[in-house]
T-cell receptor, first 111, second 113 residues
């Protein structure tokens, strides 16, 4: 069964550093997303991406965040200057239509 | 009022019991409803999805949506220890792929052998 994959599984970085989280969505899916989950809190929407552009973004997704689909398979989330409060699990998801399938997540720790 | 409310539990039941998990919501535009299962420090795994009101059954799992009451449920029959996980309800406003999901807090469920 096809799966969404994410790398790395765990990323540790210093505050102020840039990080890039990578995702490989399911190949025939058209819609791509990033969500995050701070420890003990609910899963929160960050951004959706369709047809090579952002469809919707949340208040969390400020100028420090960007997304890109650099080739036909990868989907990336970049955080330009990380803050302590960016520490969370980041989940990539993709969908062909409405059912969104999630990857295993990247645990980002900002020190 | 929160857009989606879900009792975080924890909920602990004996093996074989019927489990009922519930969410309420305030946004009447929600039409697409999903249940995800999440194991500790893992990604949400899609269990079931339903559109609008009604019931849907898949093996031991039954999802119910009552749009008039803004209330959704997931029932697990003959619960097994392997069902122990956090269950997340999620919903979106339109059946369009790019529509964001709004999640509940998640209910932590433990099935005791």
């Amino acid at each position: 069964e096809p799966e969404v994959t994410q790398t790395p599984s765990h990323q540790v970085t210093q505050m102020g550093q840039e990080v890039i989280l990578r995702c490989v969505p399911i190949s025939n899916h058209l819609y791509f997303y990033w969500y995050r989950q701070i420890l003990g809190q609910k899963v929160e929407f960050l951004v959706s991406f369709y047809n090579n552009e952002i469809s919707e973004k949340s208040e969390i997704f400020d100028d420090q965040f960007s997304v890109e689909r650099p080739d036909g398979s990868n989907f990336t989330l970049k955080i330009r200057s990380t803050k302590l409060e960016d520490s969370a699990m980041y989940f990539c998801a993709s969908s062909e239509w409405a059912s969104k399938l999630f990857g295993p997540g990247t645990r980002l720790t900002v020190l | 009022q929160k857009e989606v409310e879900q009792d975080p539990g924890p909920l602990s039941v004996p093996e074989g019991a019927i489990v009922s998990l519930n969410c309420t919501y305030s946004n009447s535009a929600f039409q697409y409803f999903m249940w995800y299962r999440q194991y500790s420090r893992k990604g949400p795994e899609l269990l079931m999805y339903t559109y609008s009101s009604g019931n849907k059954e898949d093996g031991r799992f039954t999802a119910q949506v009552d749009k008039s009451s803004k209330y959704i449920s997931l029932f697990i029959r003959d619960s097994q220890p392997s069902d122990s996980a956090t269950y997340l309800c999620a919903m979106s406003s339109l059946i369009q792929g790019a529509q964001k999901l709004v999640f509940g807090q998640g209910t932590r469920l433990t099935i005791n052998p």
